[in-house]
């Protein structure tokens, strides 16, 4: 499944874009925003892999919301505007679309974003400061990561290891094959077997409480 944001002030063009979503069973929108500062706040708490991403907006426009971040996910620029199109492909950006957009262009973008996540190299460990030494773990032995102060609990199948780092860091390394789910945890996705309104199951039995601002981000578990 990709997760995919909407941001763009204008409600019409949110209209727009979701109307042509309709047909990707593969994409998800995760949430919409209509301010760029918004969805900072969305793309820290969480792993994004398109983000419809308008230009001209009130206090942070869209390039702005670009340069912010360390490590942004993919990125289409959706805007009115075509002089900026060099400024955005400056930035590495998947493609521009100009409004209003059509069908046929917006597929060709959605298969520039599929190609790009395909010749990504997934990579199935991780490494963490434990203790004074580094470790490397494997992902698919991770059932969840929980906060702890300045540190992660990462509770393995048999084990449960204390990490020198945070929960937004670690997301950052784990490639969309983990979720968010509350302001402490983080779940393997391929781990989950149940999700309810108030929690996650995992195959071992543990049940995750999902927070309130978290509760889309499950929908997409299962």
């Not at 209209?15 to 047909?23: D, P, W």
């Not at 892999?49 to 390039?63: A, Y």
């Not at 540190?151 to 390394?173: C, G, M, S, W």
């Not at 490639?175 to 108030?198: C, D, M, P």
């Amino acid at each position: 499944m990709i997760k995919a944001i909407i941001v763009d002030d204008e409600p019409l063009a949110h209209q727009v874009i979701l109307h042509h979503l309709e047909s990707y069973s593969d994409i998800k929108v995760v949430s919409q925003h209509f301010s760029a500062k918004d969805a900072l706040y969305q793309l820290a708490k969480s792993t994004i892999d398109v983000v419809f991403l308008d230009i001209n907006m009130p206090e942070l426009s869209g390039l702005e919301l670009i340069q912010s971040l360390a490590n942004p996910p993919q990125i289409i620029i959706v805007s009115a505007y075509e002089e900026y199109a060099l400024a955005g492909y400056e930035l590495n950006v998947t493609d521009y679309l100009l409004k209003p957009v059509s069908a046929q262009r917006l597929q060709q973008a959605i298969n520039k974003v599929r190609e790009r996540i395909s010749q990504t190299p997934k990579s199935k460990t991780i490494t963490l400061k434990v203790d004074r030494e580094k470790r490397k773990l494997s992902l698919d032995t991770i059932e969840y990561i929980e906060a702890y102060g300045n540190y992660v609990k990462v509770h393995q199948e048999d084990q449960t290891i204390l990490a020198t780092t945070t929960l937004k860091q670690i997301l950052e390394q784990l490639l969309g094959s983990f979720t968010q789910i509350h302001k402490s945890y983080i779940v393997n996705n391929s781990k989950v077997i149940a999700v309810t309104n108030e929690h996650v199951e995992l195959d071992t039995g543990d049940k995750i409480k999902i927070g309130k601002s978290f509760k889309e981000h499950s929908k997409v578990l299962l």
